[in-house]
């Protein structure tokens, strides 16, 4: 399958509350990028609009003097979403470049994902471009000690928004950076307090934007730089030996990638995934994987789910680099063991099957055992 080019991105603005989801927002809309942008939150009343100066609303609807549109969420999300959808086809109000969709502090992100990427009618629609998480430096530590939910939100996000830096301490921002990059290795972190070079810098995370293709792949899945770089470290450095368990921080919340050299059966990944999600699907927080498969090892499958809900798989045209057709995924859970999933998915692919011991020397030194790569 291959995605419509008219497809809608979706990006999900999350962070605990007081994080600076408002202030990054209002700063975003003023972006002339974002013009012909819907943003989506829970009430009116949180969120400051003033400024931008109302000029018409109509059932739900304000259209913004600077030409966005914003609404509540009437009901279910789906429906907030159907009914955009349904103006924009029928002219009652403009074509939609993008949406953004501003959840409650309180919110668990995983809810808000699955009913983008998992509805039929709306991913016919909309694509779901990827999750910005807004982090207080003053409060930040203590809200991740405190509340699942913002655990949650930083393990799930695509971009990290440090906001709120130049109120806290240098040590305070340094242990909340460390905390950060535990829980989510892979997502780049943004100084909020700095003007944002544009919308490009929080949004384009790279999911799947049929106007570039295969482009963003390689940004999507930034998965094997961080694990071969710690992998690295740890073999040569006998006396910091983290690597397996910074990840542990927050809840059991483990972020790690597997890397396949051979292309993989058809009926093989659905029964991997089938198994999975039906299984352990609360435990899946997110699973992005870019797959090589045997029936057409040329054009690779790209997969992105969330718990037990799974976007259309969907077909790329190319692989994005031509020089490395590895299947890549990259898999965060909540207390689910990592060895497991290693290992159901080595019993589905025809991988030999290893000890604990042998895997803990293979994920030290990936050129251990010839042929194998992790």
């Given at each position: 399958?291959?995605?419509?080019?008219?497809?809608?991105?979706?990006?999900?603005?999350t962070g605990f509350l007081g994080a600076g989801k408002t202030t990054l927002l209002n700063r975003l809309l003023k972006d002339p990028d974002l013009s012909d942008t819907a943003v989506i939150i829970n009430e009116f009343g949180d969120v400051s609009?003033?400024?931008?100066?109302?000029?018409?609303?109509?059932?739900?609807?304000?259209?913004?003097?600077?030409?966005?549109?914003?609404?509540?969420?009437?009901?279910?999300?789906?429906?907030?979403?159907?009914?955009?959808?349904?103006?924009?086809?029928?002219?009652?109000?403009?074509?939609?470049?993008?949406?953004?969709?501003?959840?409650?502090?309180?919110?668990?992100?995983?809810?808000?994902?699955?009913s983008v990427i998992g509805n039929p009618i709306l991913v016919q629609n909309y694509r779901l471009d990827g999750v910005v998480t807004v982090v207080d430096a003053v409060n930040g530590l203590a809200t991740l000690d405190n509340h699942e939910e913002a655990v949650k939100q930083v393990a799930m996000a695509d971009?990290?928004?440090?906001?709120?830096?130049?109120?806290?301490?240098?040590?305070a921002v340094d242990a909340l950076k460390a905390r950060l990059a535990a829980l989510n290795p892979r997502a780049p972190l943004i100084d909020g307090d700095?003007?944002?070079?544009?919308?490009?810098?929080l949004f384009h995370c790279g999911?799947?934007?049929?106007?570039?293709?295969?482009?963003d792949v390689g940004r999507w899945l930034q998965d094997?730089?961080?694990?071969?770089?710690?992998?690295?470290?740890?073999?040569?450095?006998?006396?910091?030996?983290?690597?397996?368990?910074?990840?542990?921080?927050?809840?059991?919340?483990?972020?790690f990638s597997i890397v396949h050299d051979r292309p993989i059966e058809p009926m093989a990944l659905d029964m991997f995934i089938d198994l999975l999600r039906s299984a352990h699907g609360e435990k899946l927080l997110r699973m992005k994987a870019v797959v090589a498969m045997s029936d057409r090892p040329e054009r690779p499958l790209i997969l992105?789910?969330?718990q037990n809900v799974f976007h259309t798989p969907q077909r790329l045209a190319a692989w994005p680099d031509p020089n490395d057709r590895r299947t890549r995924m990259v898999i965060i859970t909540k207390g689910l063991d990592e060895a497991?999933?290693?290992?159901?998915?080595?019993?589905?692919?025809g991988r030999p099957s290893i000890d604990r011991a042998d895997r803990q020397a293979l994920e030290d030194n990936p050129l251990a055992v010839p042929g194998m790569k992790l």
């Open positions: 399958m291959t995605a419509s080019s008219n497809t809608v991105p979706v990006s999900i603005l609009l003033d400024h931008l100066l109302v000029e018409a609303s109509s059932d739900g609807i304000i259209e913004l003097s600077d030409g966005c549109l914003c609404c509540t969420v009437r009901g279910e999300l789906v429906d907030t979403l159907a009914d955009l959808m349904d103006r924009m086809q029928t002219g009652r109000i403009r074509p939609l470049q993008r949406v953004v969709i501003e959840t409650t502090g309180l919110a668990d992100p995983a809810p808000v994902l699955q971009r990290l928004v440090l906001s709120k830096a130049t109120l806290a301490s240098p040590e700095t003007p944002l070079a544009g919308k490009a810098e999911l799947y934007d049929p106007a570039t293709k295969i482009a094997e730089a961080h694990d071969h770089d710690h992998c690295d470290h740890d073999h040569h450095d006998h006396h910091h030996h983290h690597h397996h368990d910074a990840n542990r921080h927050g809840a059991d919340i483990r972020s992105h789910g969330v497991f999933v290693r290992d159901l998915f080595d019993a589905f692919t």
